[in-house]
C-alpha cells in the first residue's frame, strides 16, 4: 500500500492533488497537511512513499521543507515532487539543489501529474526491493553458521539474482571508472551478458557522450561523498532506438565506510515523456483540425517580429472567418460544420508555403501569418489564392456546400508593432470586407478605425439604456404536451430606444458578452422576472413557472446564489416557480464552485434545466455532474424532424435520456401542428415555439394565460 503526502496552504489545491493521487493505483492513502512544519513533525514517524508540496507556503518555502525532509530517517531517497507557479528558472534549481525529484509548473496537466507520479512510486518500491532484500540477506549473513566467505558468496549471487529482475539499467563503477557489476536489463540494451561487460570503462557502457558525463558524475560522488538528485537523460541503443530515462547515482561504501564505487540506476520513462509531448501538442493545436492555436499563433508571431527587427524584413497577418458558416451549422448540424472545418484546414495547408503558419483561432476564424513579405502584392496574392482554394464547393455524404472568406489584413510593422495590435488592425480590416459584401479581403488603413469607435459608441448607448430603464421583458409560453396548458413562460429580453425601435437581443448581447455590461444586464432580467412572475400571481393566474438564462460571465464575477436569493425575497416568488437555463459556457467552468452554487439554490426549491441539449460535446457529463431538472432541446434538432431521420434520432435519445434520469424534457423552436405531434408521440412533456406564440409583453402573456384558463373552465 503506497502513502503519498500532498503539502499545499491553499485547500484546494490538496483537495485536487489528494483526489487525483487517490486514483494513481489501487489502495493508496494519501495525507494532506496546510503547513510545512507539522507536515515535518508527522513524516519524523511516518515514512511517505511520495511527497508532493507547493513551493510557496507559510513558514518554510518547497526548497527548504525539501532539505529538511531529507534528514528525516529513511526519507534520504524518498521521491518528493514541487510544484509552482513562478516561471523564474531560479525556484526550479532551488528545488533541485534542495534534493528534490521532480518538478511542475502549475496549473497542473491531471494526466502529466498522474504519469509522473506513477512513475515514481514504481521507482520508489524498486528501491524499496532492493533495500528490503539487502536487509534481508544481511540478516542472513549475521545468523549463517556457513563460513563468512561462503556466506558472501551466496549474498552476492542472491543480490545479483534480484537486481536483475528490476526493470530498470542498474550498473556500478569503481573509482578507476571499470565496471565492477551490471544487471541483466542494462546488458540486453548491449546485446550481450553481464560478464561480458566487467571491467569495460562507461565509455564502452554508455557510448562517448554518455559515458564521458558519467564518469565525470562519479567522480563527482566520489570527492562529495553525496548522491546525486535524480536528473533526466536519453539513451540510443545498439539497435538505434532512442530512450528516455531518469538517472540516480549514489556511492557504494565498503566496511569501512570508504566509497570504492558508484551505482547508477535508470528508469524507463520513455512512456511519461511521450505522455509530455503529446499535451503539449495538444496544448497549441486546435483539437479539430490539428492546426496550431491562438496560443501557438501568438507564440510565433512574437518570434516572427523579433526575426524582423533583426533582419528589416516584413511579414503579414491573414485573418478571416468562414461567410455563411453559422447558418450552414445551424441548417446541417454541429458534426456537418466540423467536418467543413476540417475539410478547411486541409486546404489552407495546401496553400501556404512552408514557412507560413496556418491556425484555427476558435469557431470559424482562421489566421495565416504570411512570412517574409516584400511587398503588397504578396499579401494579396496569397488573399487570392486563400479565396481560390475554398471556391470549389465541398462534398459530404452526398451534400454539397459552398463557403467562402472575408480576409482581412495587417503588415509588421506597418500596421502593428506588437501581437495584440496586429490582429486588431487584421479584425478591422477583416469587417470591412464583410461590410463590402463578403468574400474579398482588404488591407487594413487608418480610417478603419471609424468601425472601432461604432463599437464604442454602440457601448456608451447599452450603458444608457441600462441607465433609463429602455430594457424590457417579453415572455414564450412554455406549453405541457400531456394536458395542452401554459405551464411556465421563457424570460427573453428587448431594447426599445428612445424613437421606439425594438433591439432584438442577438444585435446587442454579444457585444454585452464582451465588454462586461452582460452582468448588470442579466441581473436585472433576473429580478425584474420574479417580480413580474411574483405580479401574475396577485393578478390571478396560476403558479406558472419562469424560467430565466444565466450568463458564464455572471458566475465568474457574481455571487449568483445571493443573487438568486435577494431576487426571490425582494419580489416575493416562491423559490419552486423560478428556473435557472444553464449554458455550456457555465457548465464548462470550475465544476465544483458551480455544483456548489446550484445546490445551495436548489436546496432552497429553485429548479434547474441545460439550455441548447444535445449540441455540446459534454452534455452527459452535465447531466451526471449538475443537479438538472429539465432537459431543454436545442431547435436546430427541431425544424427538419419530420425530414430528417438523425434529428428524429437525436430527439428520441435525448426524451429517453431524459425520462431514464426522471428528468422532465421539454422542446424549443416547434412551429408547426406536425412537430408537436411527433414530439407527443416520443414523450416529450413539453414544448414552446411561434406555434404557440411569439415572445410577447407581459400584458399579452397574462391574457393568453388567462383566455386559456377560461376555455379549461368553460369546456
Known amino acids: 500500500m503506497a502513502l503519498i503526502c500532498i503539502l499545499d496552504d491553499r485547500v484546494t489545491n490538496r483537495n485536487i492533488f489528494a483526489k487525483l493521487a487517490a486514483t494513481i493505483e489501487p489502495d493508496v492513502t494519501v495525507r494532506t497537511f496546510a503547513n510545512p512544519v507539522e507536515a515535518l513533525a508527522w513524516m519524523t514517524d511516518n515514512t511517505p512513499d511520495l511527497v508532493v508540496t507547493d513551493y510557496k507556503m507559510p513558514d518554510l518555502d518547497g526548497a527548504e521543507f525539501t532539505r529538511r525532509f531529507r534528514l528525516l530517517p529513511g526519507c534520504a531517497d524518498v ?79 542472491r543480490l545479483a539474482q534480484v537486481i536483475d529482475t528490476v526493470p530498470a539499467l542498474i550498473s556500478a563503477a569503481d573509482r578507476q571508472g571499470r565496471c565492477i557489476f551490471v544487471n541483466a536489463h542494462q546488458a540486453a540494451i548491449k546485446g550481450v551478458g553481464p560478464a561480458d561487460l566487467l571491467g569495460r570503462t562507461a565509455i564502452d557502457l554508455f557510448g562517448p557522450e554518455r559515458g564521458s558525463r558519467s564518469v565525470a558524475l562519479d567522480k563527482l560522488i566520489c570527492e562529495s561523498g553525496a548522491a546525486l538528485p535524480s536528473f533526466e537523460e536519453e539513451i540510443v541503443g545498439d539497435d538505434g532506438e532512442r530512450r528516455h530515462v531518469l538517472t540516480t547515482k549514489a556511492p557504494l561504501r565498503d566496511a569501512t565506510g570508504e566509497i570504492v564505487a558508484v551505482l547508477t540506476t535508470s528508469l524507463d520513462i520513455t512512456d511519461r515523456k511521450r505522455a509530455e509531448r503529446h499535451l503539449r501538442h495538444l496544448a497549441h493545436h486546435d483539437a479539430l483540425t490539428d492546426l496550431p492555436n ?133 479584425d478591422l480590416a477583416m469587417y470591412r470586407a464583410k461590410a463590402d459584401g463578403r468574400d474579398g479581403f482588404k488591407a487594413f488603413a487608418a480610417d478603419m478605425d471609424t468601425t472601432a469607435r461604432a463599437i464604442t459608441v454602440l457601448e456608451s448607448d447599452l450603458r444608457r439604456a441600462l441607465a433609463r430603464g429602455e430594457f424590457e421583458l417579453h415572455f414564450q409560453p412554455q406549453v405541457a404536451l400531456g394536458t395542452g396548458r401554459i405551464v411556465g413562460a421563457e424570460t427573453l429580453i428587448r431594447w426599445r430606444r428612445e424613437n421606439g425601435d425594438i433591439i432584438a437581443p442577438g444585435e446587442f448581447l454579444p457585444r454585452a458578452e464582451e ?52 431576487a426571490l425575497e425582494q419580489s416575493g416568488l416562491e423559490p419552486g416557480r423560478l428556473e435557472l437555463e444553464l449554458t455550456e459556457t457555465i457548465l464548462l467552468q470550475d465544476t465544483g464552485t458551480v455544483v456548489k452554487q446550484l445546490e445551495a439554490l436548489r436546496a432552497k426549491g429553485v429548479t434547474f434545466s ?38 428524429a434520432a437525436i430527439v428520441r ?23 408537436v405531434a411527433h414530439l407527443r408521440a416520443e414523450g416529450c412533456d413539453e414544448v414552446q415555439g411561434f406555434y404557440f406564440g411569439r415572445p410577447m409583453p407581459s400584458d399579452m402573456f397574462v391574457d393568453l394565460v388567462r383566455r386559456e384558463t377560461l376555455l379549461m373552465r368553460t369546456a
Not at 551 to 563: A, H, M, W, Y
Request: proline share 2%; aromatic share 6%; glycine share 6%.
Open 79 to 157: 521521491p518528493v515532487v514541487v510544484l509552482t507557479v513562478y516561471e523564474e528558472r531560479s525556484f526550479r534549481l532551488s528545488a533541485l539543489e534542495a534534493g528534490a525529484t521532480d518538478f511542475l509548473q502549475s496549473p497542473v496537466d491531471h494526466h502529466e501529474f498522474l504519469t509522473r507520479a506513477r512513475n515514481l512510486l514504481k521507482m520508489r518500491r524498486q528501491q524499496l526491493v532492493i533495500a528490503s532484500r539487502a536487509v534481508k540477506l544481511e540478516d542472513e549473513l549475521r545468523t549463517s553458521e556457513r563460513s563468512r566467505a561462503q556466506a558472501l558468496r551466496d549474498s552476492t549471487e
Open 610 to 647: 441545460i439550455d441548447d441539449f444535445g449540441t455540446g460535446y459534454s452534455s452527459l457529463a452535465y447531466v451526471k455532474h449538475f443537479p438538472v431538472d429539465r432537459l431543454k432541446i436545442d431547435r436546430s434538432f427541431i425544424g427538419n424532424l419530420k425530414s430528417d431521420a438523425n434529428d
Open 294 to 426: 491562438r496560443s501557438l499563433l501568438h507564440e510565433r508571431v512574437r518570434q516572427a517580429i523579433a526575426q524582423a527587427r533583426r533582419t528589416d524584413r516584413k511579414f503579414a497577418l491573414h485573418l478571416f472567418d468562414l461567410d455563411r458558416f453559422k447558418g450552414i451549422n445551424d441548417v446541417l448540424g454541429h458534426h456537418f460544420g466540423d467536418r467543413l472545418l476540417r475539410a478547411v484546414a486541409d486546404r489552407l495547408r495546401a496553400t501556404v508555403r512552408e514557412s507560413d503558419t496556418v491556425a484555427r483561432l476558435g469557431g470559424d476564424e482562421f489566421a495565416i501569418l504570411q512570412d517574409n513579405v516584400t511587398s503588397v502584392e504578396d499579401t494579396r496574392d496569397l488573399a487570392r489564392r486563400i479565396r481560390e482554394s475554398l471556391a470549389a464547393p465541398f462534398r459530404f455524404d452526398g451534400e454539397e456546400v459552398s463557403t467562402s472568406a472575408s480576409i482581412g489584413i495587417a503588415v509588421f510593422p506597418d500596421n502593428g508593432f506588437d501581437v495584440d495590435e496586429l490582429l486588431k488592425n487584421a
Open 515 to 566: 465588454n462586461g455590461l452582460i452582468v448588470p444586464i442579466n441581473n436585472w432580467v433576473l429580478r425584474e422576472a420574479c417580480a413580474q412572475a411574483a405580479a401574475w400571481t396577485r393578478q390571478g393566474l396560476p403558479p406558472l413557472r419562469i424560467a430565466v438564462n444565466l450568463s458564464g460571465v455572471q458566475f465568474r464575477k457574481v455571487d449568483i446564489e445571493n443573487l438568486v436569493a435577494e
Open 653 to 675: 435519445a435525448i426524451v429517453n435520456l431524459g425520462h431514464s434520469l426522471d428528468l422532465e424534457v421539454i422542446a424549443e423552436g416547434v412551429e408547426t401542428a406536425a412537430q
